[in-house]
């Protein structure tokens, strides 16, 4: 790691220090390796908040840290016979030099050297959510301070959720992580690019197109640009498979007159990107494909426009829905003598049947990045209402008011199944557009445009 990576790490670990208050002190380890059958794991992808605050890749490490600042790495030491089979580890002793943390142990002394570093300090933060056995782990470890009590040691009488700070700090991305996650949304838009123009170029030499065919070239472009996954599993839906919103890449074939929606991003040194697209099999819109892809970008538009410093974060949802809803109504979708004019559609979420997520989502190391929807401060002024559909309890809390560095999604959608109130040139046709978008000092800035979403360019792209 280099002097410039090591210091924004230590920068971040000293942002997170000064939070813990008097004398508290983080315990924050990486994921664990998990098992896919017998000998074989899935393969490793370490913690995301242990990876912010440290740069450090390899699994069964933890970091500790005070309020002071002073912070330890445990690792995995050196083993050249384990090295062996499972590769290289940087171990402990190098850790320091190579990290830029202030002592390094091995992993192996972590149960045994905790209740040192719990002993004498009022509160304890830890990840409460993510880590199954680490709240009885931190309890087992108290107990030996505890019994230490009555030979003077203090016990932290407070545990609080380290992820609550930690939220906060990755929402807003620092320099470092707007660069990362450029790089990635370029080399994912490449490889939509990728399976756009293969798709049409197979289909034109006559080919058995397969949704999974798709699939390869993406990972195909992922990995040679170096990144280390897929964020998330790749959706390739061809035709009415478009409108299961959590559809994988199967094995459907892909037929000219037919559209195609890939949600696919690469994960690049630990940042995700996020993009969707939905184009003709074979390069060419039809009539109705056109006029509803037109409807959702559109809205797309719309919200890319209410996406600025001080906006809420439901400010781009709100837009794209008042565009969508609109459009139904033009489109005969949604029939104005059922459902009223555009209020009422809105207010009765009369659009839900056609469109049912929402429009945008935080990015960043992960695919859903953390960070609370709701401004900080205001939790408890708001009313509370029941979902029209659902009939849930929606408790009304101000939504976040979006700041330069806050990375989003904008990805607006329209699905329409086959129903006897519905037009039928419609049926089965499901469009999404997504893109990443950054918050900037006067609005945002799409970082994943490289790829085109215009009817036009889409169609010359798959042209050449
Ligand atoms: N690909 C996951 C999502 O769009 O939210
Ligand atoms: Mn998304
Ligand atoms: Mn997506």
Known sequence: MDETLKAVYAQRRARLAAQLGPSGVAVIPTAPERGR???SDFPYRHDSYFFYLTGFTEPQACLVLTSEGRNALFCLPKDLDREI?????????????????DEAFSSAD???????WLENRSSVWFPFATHEGLATQIEAWLTQVRARVRFGAQCPAQQNDVCALLDEMRLVKDGHELATMRQAARISA?????????????LRLGQDVREYHLEAELLH?????GSQFPAYTSIVAAGSNA???????????????QLVLIDAGCELNGYASDITRTFPADGHFTPPQQALYELVLASQEA??????????????HQAAVRVLAQGLLDEGLLVRDQVGGLDDVIEKRAYFPFYMHRTSHWLGMDVHDCGSYVEPGNSDSGGSRRDPISGELILDRPSRILRPGMVLTLEPGLYVRPASNVPEQFWNIG??????????ESGCELITRDVPVSVRDIEALMRD
């Open 85 to 101: 089979w499972d590769g290289y580890r940087l171990g402990h002793e190098a850790a320091p030099q190579a990290l830029g943390v």
């Open 190 to 202: 490449g490889a939509h690019v990728r399976a756009m123009q293969s798709s049409a170029r197979m």
């Open 303 to 316: 919200s890319v426009q209410a996406t600025r410093p001080g906006a809420r974060f439901t400010d781009p």
């Open 431 to 440: 469009i999404r557009i997504e893109d990443d978008a950054v918050v900037t």
């Open 110 to 116: 972590l149960k045994s050297k905790m209740p040192q």
């Open 221 to 225: 472009e992922f990995r040679r640009h």
């Open 243 to 257: 409108c299961v919103l959590h559809y994988r890449a199967d094995a459907a074939p892909l037929r000219a007159g």
């Open 37 to 39: 059958n017998r000998d």
